[in-house]
């Protein structure tokens, strides 16, 4: 039977990866963030100082020491490219193991696989297609599809959002003042107009008072 406590720490394997030894590295800058188990938050910019940035032609590779099944794997990278793990079993001839794909939403963005049928000594990253400005902010590798567990990477917070800049209200406070300035009299006019008492009509037509000497005789 298998204790409880080395249970616990399968549950939580990192995977092949942070005990493999580095066989290649080339045209890859900060190399060591790839496999170290933390990641940047979901989105986060494309070349955060939590990825390594590729080169077009850049590569990197691993030995795992022995041949292992490899059953899960998960990268996070730049979302408009493909990445491509590579395996071998004898250094010499690599074959795919899987290509993770281009994501639509913006940033670096995780893609898992739990479906792999392959094993490998040797395993290859590379990076293809999208823009050519390839970065990743990790890799991950399981010789069982169980160990790829919602929690198995260690996440970046978000950030916290921008303060709101104050609003330019200085325009608009006169022109609302203005208009209600306008409302207030214009009401307060047509209430006077009402309140006021009608004056009593003058005499029309003959009934006017004549004025004036009388006519001569």
Do not use: C, H
């Not at 409302?183 to 307060?188: G, L, P």
């Amino acid at each position: 039977m298998i204790p409880a406590v080395l249970l616990a720490v399968l549950a939580a394997s990192p995977g092949l990866l942070p005990s493999a030894q580095l066989r290649k590295d080339q045209g890859v800058n900060r190399s060591t963030v790839v496999r170290d188990g933390k990641a940047d938050y979901e989105g986060a910019p494309w070349d955060s100082q939590q990825a390594a940035i590729l080169a077009p032609d850049g590569m990197l590779e691993w030995d795992f020491g022995q041949v292992y099944p490899i059953e899960a794997a998960l990268i996070q990278g730049d979302n408009n490219d493909d990445f491509i793990l590579w395996s071998s079993v004898d250094g010499e001839f690599f074959q795919p193991l899987w290509r993770a794909p281009q994501d639509a939403m913006a940033g670096l963005r995780t893609r898992t696989t739990t479906t792999l049928k392959g094993q490998a000594r040797y395993l290859r990253l590379t990076a293809e297609g999208g823009d050519r400005m390839y970065s990743v902010g990790e890799v991950m590798v399981f010789t069982r599809a169980a160990e790829l567990t919602p929690d198995v990477l260690e996440r970046a917070p978000l950030p916290a959002p921008p303060p709101r800049a104050p609003a330019n209200t200085d325009g608009s406070m006169i022109v609302t003042g203005l208009l209600g300035a306008y409302a207030v009299y214009w009401f307060w006019s047509r209430r006077q107009a009402a309140l006021a008492p009608k004056l009593p009509e003058g005499p029309k037509g003959d009934d006017a008072p004549k004025t004036g000497a009388p006519p001569a005789a």
